[in-house]
């Protein structure tokens, strides 16, 4: 693995950023405030090619690879959290499952409509009873000739009030505990309803949503790979997925950073600047060392992905460490703006609610240390 990122990748590092300080970070506040899903945001992610990152230009993608796509998702998040957040359920949730798993068919009907931004997806596992446990949902489908008949409630859906297509998982009962299978599920079926939307904590921009399935009527071809194959596309998105929310949580650490640094060169305190106090200095230092780490985790786990090896453990590290340490530097950034960093005028109460949720998503950290624990220990 090359520690250095190679000239497409600079390139790409460049693009985005000044793209996203210009087209996002402007309004990154005001998507918070709001609690409302930006079209505008989302289509000028696809004009740049972001929704279409990492899938082949023969697909209706843009190219590269992962290590692309977890630079191009802390850019986006170093502006503004809520829009990586879209991206992530976007791009690796649901529209690389197609890609991976879908058909010659399903690739070439929706693939392209989601690389373009013509569809926003999504990606819906999550129900009352089964969160981290994802073997535990009770979602149904029946076969019924051509059709699979679909039931259930899915809930913290991200994107799910604004989604064109979502990625859904459901239980066929006549397959026992094997039965978890994916379907492909288009907005405007009958039976298929969205839920309401929920007030969050942070990562406000990027609205969640109930999907509410009554006898919803999906056709055969609709289905994601094989019949009880859902367990594997579920999880394998997942490992996309962490990857995705660890270089997000690399994002508003790198922003926390950048923030502090200037604040404690500006304030001073006792007739000097405040980061000529080592207790300040060691916090910028401490969180600067650990970001370093975690974005090398990070990268490695997409590396490896791009390998076509096995990741799982090494997304479950980096979205780990990643998650945890952005937690800890928006706690430090509060502590080093001061009365300052409690006011809701400042962006550290942003990075501090955003942050949060980098350690629930795609898996707790704790079911983060059982997967590694478990690839140590079995």
Sequence with gaps: MNFVFDEQQNLLKATIRDYAEHKFMPFADKLDKSQEFSLDTFQNMAKLGLTGLGIPVDYGGSGGDEVCVAIACE????????????????????????????????????????????????????????????????????????????????IFITNGNVCDLAVVFANIPALGNRGMTAFIVEKGLKGFNKGKKYDKLGMRGATNADLIFEDCRIPIENRLGDEGQGLK??????????????????????????????YSKTRKQFGVPIWQNQAISWMIADISTRLEAARLLTCKAAFIADQGESFSVNAAMAKLTASELCMDASIQGIQIFGGYGYIMESPMQRYFRDAKLTTICEGTSEVQRILISRSILA
């Design 75 to 154: 850019e986006i998040a170093r502006a503004c959290a809520s829009t990586a957040d879209i991206l992530v359920s976007h791009l690796c949730l649901c529209t690389k499952p197609i890609f991976m798993f879908g058909n010659e068919s399903q690739q070439k009907k929706y693939v392209k409509l989601l690389t373009s931004g013509d569809m926003i997806g999504c990606f819906a596992i999550t129900e009352a009873e089964a969160g981290c446990d994802v073997s535990a949902i009770k979602s149904t489908a029946v076969r019924q000739g051509e059709y699979y008949i679909l039931n259930g409630t899915k």
């Design 233 to 262: 596309i579920c999880l394998t998105a997942l490992d996309y997925g962490r990857i995705g929310i660890a270089a997000q949580a690399l994002g508003i650490t790198q922003a926390i950073l950048e923030k502090s640094i200037e």
